[in-house]
């Protein structure tokens, strides 16, 4: 057996010796179809939608429309901005100067915009433009203006949704006011601007400002029955830095409404999401204290009470007591601490119904109730919803309870 | 070199089994499984794995029946020479189909999210040129390639499920029947068809050391694979929700791009996954296209398999060219799915009947 | 059979030409078949004659020296030899002097010339290694080898004195397997001292070593070690019949050995072990390998060989188990660096740069911006000029080697940054490879892998990480299919072998390891004694309380 073994062998490998010239000079012919060099691409970092007015029709060429009947399509007009990175600008490595004013975060990006009738129309027009090609893979923040988030986001939805390259963890965000002004920041943190954006929002995570919403989990929340999606609603201050001004609602696509700052924590309380991040001003005594969340847990029970469905909201906070404005409180005393804990009880219970009611009023489930109904009574959920539409109607009339227990743990490092 | 050798252990061939049966199906399932009974994809997916256990199980107990040959030969002596060699034809055609639909679709996973460029022929001319020139092994090689590449195979989508798990959500998963369970049946067949890759074991079986362990190792076989895949379809649907999935034409692939290393060691997973992938679609095409060759070398009694395998090469490769565009090519892989269930496991299950009421066996192994 | 091994002189170095054709293998070329003398013939006795023949044979070669003197100042006889080859001091006392004066007290009239020579062996020569031969070609290639030739008018047959003595040089450190902690010999070229190291550290009755002879031309002495009831009845008659199969005319190393022997000559993987350290043969040897010697080769040849092999170090087994297995599995990680390291780098810039991470992959196309060439390109270029670099410093005199591979290494990596020549990741991602080709203990390995790098490179430009996994495919199904005398190249990874496994990523600990690796098939199984699960314990932890413990006591 030993002496034929190699035999057969030797000629697989004579074929493949045979072979192997053919397949290289194949390769050579036919090129290298999808190498393109890292330099040669044109990286978007940062992409910004905003409605263009009517006006800036005479800004567009047809590149992918041209016969009269074969398009444009009826929806309006929509200005793209785009931040691409500049090669060469930002140095290698943790040099502070480098090459070419890597000081200036203006330097290092270049943002071009251009109208379109939609998102890869306006993207066609662009590329038309640029010798490098758009490439997607590394794009991290889609910014859209609140004009736009209320006319509709299906159309930007769908493309990034199908475009292969775009990641699930790049963060959609809706702006107050243009979304172009937020690609041309020039924020002084980081080297590259939409960097600081995706930062700003993924620093936040961490420190319980913002719960996890990257465009991915936005779509999954979206596409859910008993669901709607949400998005940062996020404003350029004077300072070149992002405020995140909210919870951006949604009823489908289309942007119904925005929280204040803290019905983000108040939406987050709810989920139980860890850490927590946001402090309030607790009255107590007719003076006030500042607490700050250290620790959430919740819990959304559902039952159906009277063929309607019901929810239970338990929560429980650990919090320390951050600031006080005077001395007026002995806070060795048990009572003054239970006080508090009380007295910050009504505040949330307070701000939650105000949440809910206004998520009701504008039909938007973000907190996903409708799901508790699909999924743990699927009998009453297929008698009676079984569409989004209705889901969204019947949301607006659900009853719940609030249950909260506030425990402050910790005082800090003074003893009074 | 000679057929007499029999020295595949049984975890060797429970390998065989393992890396055919994962491979480019893993990447639609939970689309295949949440379009049956949205959240009752991992249901769904558990009887899928079942139904073809059972089919399995047929053949391996025609195996342990006649241990020393493989379906082509033995279904002669059961229901005669013709009518056994005109579905021996059918098998054969059958796995050149399949051989062909899994080059296609992997080529077009690769196309439409890694290589956009490059023209589909090439790429599935690739995969098919190496698994062609890998099929002129011997069977003890054979089945080192599949034991080598398992771990290939179950430790990167074990990474991801493991990684994508802490954004997953029981409710998605709830109610675990399903809303709509109506289309569950449907489904059932269309997942258990992704395992057709295990008809496999009937030429294993020839070439295991002790052929009697034929039923254990395929019910290991299945009980990896299939719990893998009810892995992966929980964690696609606990993260993306079944709403969700249904709008993805490859849900892993996407669960692969929703997942990053720690540490940002890799910021999205799937250009890498999909890399990894090709071992996982090498080894189903490795056995499919194994299988048709060595079939086919015993329907016409040939000595040298070796030729088949790059005689088979164009005809396969046509055959992959043939569905127009992606929908098409699902629409086939479904329908071919469908007709091989009857062939992989309705066949050998009436093929069992008559020997068992025939009363045949083949020649007592000598261990 | 005698060993060869007891008829050695184990410190001079001086081997015995002595029993040829005793062991030799029966595949074994004729000798004399094809070279100097045309036509075979027994000695007739007279001495004119035959030194007419040998200067017929050997030409008009003026080195040779032909002693005419008389033995016991009666027979005329002559003693031929090649001075340069042997100890003429040696030659005089134990030879010469006993052979020119009649031993004390000895009857001289009952001497003839018919039987001289067998009593000159027994009764008259100091020396240990003496063979009587009545062949004319034997003692051609006695005389070849270095040995003195006896002949006497009248006998029909002649001495033929073991006296060669080549220099050699010194038992050394292994140049090229150094450790930190182990022995420090080394094989030298001459084969005699290193049968010697061998059978210095294993003094087993069951170690063999049989000898043939290879090369039309160079007749070199082959030496086929193994441990008889250990290794593979089945694996030495391979060994024996491949090596007998053998026809060249020259053998001046082990590895012309190895290219006749191995299994597949088109792979780029070594499929036989080659090693200059005694230490590592004897190990070898009893799991129960091969190893295969060649007579002026410093490099033995150790057969089967699977793969893990070549990462494995002999340190690994001289130090504590713990930290080698640490520096194993970093050898292994620098083992797959030598391999796609460039291939995934170009895949990644080329064609997946979403992989890597935002910040970085910008600073990446920043410096890459001015490169006029593909990564793919880029690549090649400093591979190759990398692999000239390589090639120069080891061509070089040591001492110009090391300023060389300063210049080679920091003036121009830094001169083609600087000139935008290629990009400094490039050059770093090089580097990392090139140190990690390094880190692989076995050469030859080292350079398969070197060699591979290429092809993955240049289809990780065409297709990306597809082709690199591709390609790894490719290498990974025919390491499969490769084997080394029966035994499966990847074993005992695949057909997988728990028992083995213990040696292969890590390297357990040696009481784990109680049984020989069963791929080889060894005839005895057990290494480890029964007892020695783990090391003893110390005296006194548990108070003596284990009745084994106080009945030492």
């Given at each position: 057996m030993n002496a034929d073994a190699p035999r057969p062998f030797r000629g697989i490998v004579r074929r493949t010796a045979r072979a192997c010239p053919l397949l290289l000079a194949a390769a050579l012919l036919c090129g290298c179809w999808d190498r393109t060099e890292i330099e040669d691409r044109a990286i978007v970092l940062g992409v910004s939608i905003d409605k263009a007015p009517p006006e800036a029709e005479n800004e567009e060429e047809s590149v992918t429309h041209y016969v009269k009947g074969l398009g444009p399509p009826a929806s309006d007009l929509i200005r793209v901005g785009v931040q691409l990175a500049l090669p060469g600008r930002i140095p290698l490595g943790p040099g502070e100067s480098g090459g070419g004013g890597g000081n200036d975060p203006q330097k290092t990006v270049w943002v071009v915009d251009v109208v379109g009738h939609s998102v890869n129309d306006a993207l066609m027009n662009l590329q038309q433009e640029l010798s490098a090609r758009l490439f997607f893979g590394h794009l991290r923040v889609i910014v859209v203006s609140e004009e736009m988030a209320r006319f509709g986001l299906e159309n930007i939805d769908d493309y990034f949704h199908r475009n292969s390259e775009v990641r699930r963890m790049a963060w959609m965000m809706v702006s107050e006011g243009e979304a172009l002004s937020l690609m041309k920041a020039s924020p002084k943190l980081e080297r590259v601007p939409s960097l600081y954006l995706m930062t700003t929002l993924d620093e936040g995570i961490r420190m319980g400002k913002f719960p996890q919403d990257y465009i991915g989990i936005y779509w999954s929340r979206k596409s859910k029955l008993g669901q709607e999606g949400f998005l940062p609603y996020v404003k350029l201050k004077k300072n070149q830095t992002l405020q995140t001004k909210g919870l951006a609602l949604f009823q489908d696509s289309r942007m119904v409404g925005a929280t204040k700052p803290l019905g983000i924590a108040v939406y987050m309380a709810l989920k139980g999401n860890n850490p927590g991040g946001y402090s309030a001003f607790v009255k107590v005594n007719g003076t006030e204290v500042m607490t700050h969340v250290t620790h959430r847990e919740s819990k959304t029970t559902f039952e159906l009470r009277d063929g309607k469905p019901f929810f239970n909201f338990k929560m429980a906070f650990e919090l320390n007591l951050e600031e006080k404005l005077n001395d007026e409180l002995n806070i060795q005393d048990p009572t003054t601490i239970r006080e508090i804990e009380q007295s910050q009880m009504a505040g949330a219970k307070k701000l939650i119904e105000e949440f809910i009611g206004q998520s009701q009023s504008l039909g938007s489930d973000v907190l996903g109730l409708g799901e508790y109904v699909r999924a743990k009574a699927p009998g009453y959920w297929n008698r009676n919803v079984r569409t989004k539409e209705r889901w969204q109607r019947m949301y607006k009339e659900i009853e719940y309870k609030i249950d909260i227990d506030m425990k402050i743990r910790r005082i800090g490092m003074k003893a009074e | 070199m000679t057929k007499a050798t029999r020295d595949v252990t049984a975890t060797q061939a429970s390998a065989v089994l393992v890396s055919t049966i994962i491979g480019v199906g893993v990447l639609p399932l939970p689309l295949f499984a949440v379009r049956a009974a949205d959240t009752g994809g991992p249901l769904v997916t558990l009887l899928g794995s079942v139904c073809a256990l059972i089919g399995l199980l047929f053949v391996a107990a025609l195996g342990m029946r006649f241990p020393d040959q493989s379906i082509i030969q033995y279904s002669e002596r059961l229901i005669g020479k013709w009518p056994a060699r005109a579905i021996g034809a059918c098998l054969i055609v059958f796995f050149a189909l399949l051989t062909s639909l899994t080059a296609r679709e992997f080529g077009e996973v690769v196309v439409t999210s890694v290589l956009k460029q490059t023209p589909v022929e090439v790429t599935v001319i690739v995969m098919l040129m190496l698994a062609a020139i890998s099929a002129r092994n011997t069977m003890s090689t054979f089945a080192y390639i599949h034991f080598f590449y398992v771990p290939l195979l179950l430790v990167p989508v074990l990474l991801i499920v493991a990684l994508s798990l802490k954004n997953a959500e029981l409710l998605n998963l709830q109610p675990f029947w399903g809303n709509k369970p109506e289309g569950m049946l449907q489904g059932i067949l269309t997942i258990a068809a992704l395992f057709q890759g295990s008809f496999v074991m009937t030429i294993v079986i020839p070439a295991m050391r002790r052929p009697a362990k034929a039923l254990s190792v395929s019910l290991y076989s299945i009980l990896i694979a299939g719990g893998l895949y009810v892995v992966i379809v929980i964690a696609v649907v606990g993260v993306f929700g079944a709403q969700e999935t249904r709008k993805l034409l490859w849900p892993t692939l996407e669960l692969a791009k929703a997942t990053s290393l720690p540490a940002n060691v890799l910021e999205r997973l799937d250009g890498a996954f999909l890399a990894v992938w090709v071992t996982a679609v090498f080894t189903t095409l490795l056995s499919s296209y194994y299988l048709t060759s060595q079939s086919l070398k015993q329907l016409l009694r040939l000595e040298e398999p070796r030729i088949f395998t790059f005689f088979l090469l164009p005809f396969v490769f046509v055959l992959a060219m043939v569905p127009a565009n992606i929908v098409k090519m699902y629409e086939a892989v479904l329908n071919v799915g469908k007709v091989g269930l009857a062939l992989t496991t309705v066949y050998p299950g009436l093929l069992l009947v008559i020997a068992w009421v025939r009363k045949k066996r083949g020649s007592a192994h000598e261990r | 059979m005698p060993l060869f091994g007891n008829r050695t002189h184990l410190l001079s170095g001086k081997t015995r030409r002595g029993n040829r054709g005793q062991s030799e293998s029966p595949s074994e070329p004729d000798s004399g078949r094809g070279d100097g003398s045309p036509v075979r013939k027994p000695l007739n006795g007279r001495l004119a004659e035959l030194l007419a023949d040998v200067t017929d044979v050997l030409g008009t070669d003026t080195t040779l020296s032909v002693r005419r003197f008389r033995i016991f100042g009666t027979f005329p006889a002559a003693m031929l030899f090649f001075p340069n080859m042997l100890d003429q001091a040696a030659l005089n006392e134990t030879i010469l002097k006993p052979a020119m004066s009649a031993p004390p007290g000895s009857d001289l009239s009952d001497w003839t010339a018919q039987r001289l020579m067998d009593r000159l062996a027994n009764e008259a020569l100091w020396h240990t290694d003496c063979s009587e031969t009545e062949d004319f070609d034997a003692l051609i290639q006695g005389l070849l080898h270095g040995d003195t030739v006896l002949v006497a008018d009248g006998s029909n047959a002649a001495l033929v004195i073991g006296t060669r003595q080549i220099d050699k040089r010194g038992i050394d450190q292994p140049g090229t397997e150094?450790?930190?902690?182990?022995?420090?010999e080394g094989f030298v070229e001459p084969i005699g001292p290193n049968l010697a190291l061998i059978r210095y550290r294993l003094q087993a009755a069951e170690l063999r070593m049989r000898q043939l002879t290879v090369g039309r031309k160079t007749r070199s002495k082959v030496v086929i070690c193994y441990m008889d009831g250990l290794t593979d009845p089945a694996l030495l008659a391979e060994v024996e019949r491949r090596i007998g199969a053998i026809d060249i005319d020259a053998v001046l190393d082990s590895g012309y050995l190895e290219q006749y022997i191995?299994?597949?000559?088109?792979?780029?993987?070594?499929q036989v072990q080659y090693t200059e350290r005694p230490d590592k043969v004897v190990a070898n040897l009893l799991e129960g390998r091969v190893a295969i010697l060649v007579d002026g080769s410093p490099l033995a040849l150790i057969v089967p060989t699977v793969f893990n092999q070549f990462y494995q170090a002999v340190e690994d087994y001289t130090e504590r188990f713990m930290q080698m297995s640490a520096i194993r599995m970093a050898r292994l990680v620098a083992l797959v660096f030598s391999l796609v390291f460039p291939s995934i780098y170009v895949s990644v810039i080329s064609f997946n740069p979403e992989l890597i991470p935002t910040e970085f992959a910008v600073a990446v196309a920043g410096g890459r911006a001015g490169v006029p060439w593909p990564a793919v390109v880029e690549v090649l270029i400093i591979e190759i000029s990398m692999e000239v670099l390589r090639e120069a410093t080891i061509r070089l005199p040591q001492q110009v080697g090391g300023a060389l591979s300063i210049v080679g290494v920091l003036v121009i990596g830094q001169a083609a940054v600087a000139a935008g020549f290629a990009s400094p990741i490039t050059v770093v991602i090089i580097a990392l490879t090139t140190i990690g080709s390094f880190a692989t203990p076995a050469y030859n390995a080292a350079l398969a892998l070197r060699l591979l790098r290429f092809p993955l490179i240049i289809i990780a430009g065409i297709f990306g990480l597809y082709g690199v996994m591709i390609g790894l495919i490719l290498i990974a199904n025919h390491l499969l299919s490769l084997k080394s005398f029966g035994v499966p190249y990847l074993s005992p990874l695949v057909p997988v072998n728990f028992e083995g496994m213990k040696d292969v990523l890590i390297r357990g600990p040696l009481w784990w390891m109680k049984r020989r690796p069963a791929f080889l098939k060894p005839g005895d199984r057990v290494r480890v004694g029964p007892e020695m699960t783990e090391p003893p314990e110390t005296i006194g932890e548990e108070g003596g309380a284990s009745p084994t413990s106080t009945a030492k006591e």
């Open positions: - | - | 150094q450790v930190i902690r182990g022995p420090r191995e299994d597949n000559q088109w792979s780029p993987f070594p």
